[in-house]
């Protein structure tokens, strides 16, 4: 996770291991999403944030979703539901795994995406324009996992309304912290600011563009009053609008979406779980 203030460094990393002057060998970004945008810049100050507890409810919300040749993040919103990028998962989303975390590690926990679904028109791979066939911005992806998720995961609220503009935030993700490859996996987090103040288009931006390869899909992020997460976005990318910022597809915006996406599986996933009960009780 890569916070740029958009500093003029000369070629310097401050990362969370300490101190590193750039200049050496390129990272091998070829394991992990490398979606960019134009104005993207790698320089900046560099400091995404472990998770201090293994209890803390953003980072159980967090997932992480691979397959051979790639890696990205996503949120958990449902017991058998996970949303993400749809450009990072373009090549192989089912049959790939999602990963569990309590605190910045993984646990041994895993599932299996078992459908895979997008928004109608919607291209975006390396070279697609994101939107949808009503032309709104859709770089998102509905997983159905094999088996509900662990008893420790928290499912993210899903937000009726955009918070507005310079509204403070949590962004999560497991990438390519400092750009290194040899940290993907590790779930970190960063404070972020919205910039945007309206959702009508399909996506938001944030005030940093703070991101490294392997966050893509991963989720901005307020709490309610209880401490749960709502999830606000998840990630695109970078692109330069003044400054450097994120960009995130809006949940808000997409959330009739996915709720009617979702319908389906929750209604077959109770058929079978009354025929179970059913079945006990006649026994």
Known sequence: MNFNRNLRLSCLVVSLAGLSACGGAEADESVYDTELEVGESSSGLTYGRFFTSRDDLLSRAAVQVTAPGWACSGVVIDRYHVLTAQHCTDAAPVGGTVSFYRGSVQTADRAVIKRSIIQPGSNSGFTGDYK???????????LVLDRPVPYYAVKAIL???????????????AGAHDGDPSKIGEMRWAPNSTYSSHVN??????????????????????????GNPIVHGVLTGKRFEWSGRGQYTSVTHHRQWVLARMAPELEERAAQEHSVLATDILM
């Open 132 to 142: 949808n066939t009503a032309g709104f911005h859709a770089d998102i992806r509905l």
């Open 201 to 226: 288009d399909g996506k938001f931006l944030t005030n940093l563009m703070s991101t490294d390869g392997g966050d893509s899909g991963g989720g901005f992020f307020t709490t309610d009053a209880d």
């Open 159 to 173: 937000p009726v309304q955009f918070p507005g503009n310079n509204v403070d935030g949590t962004m999560v993700g």
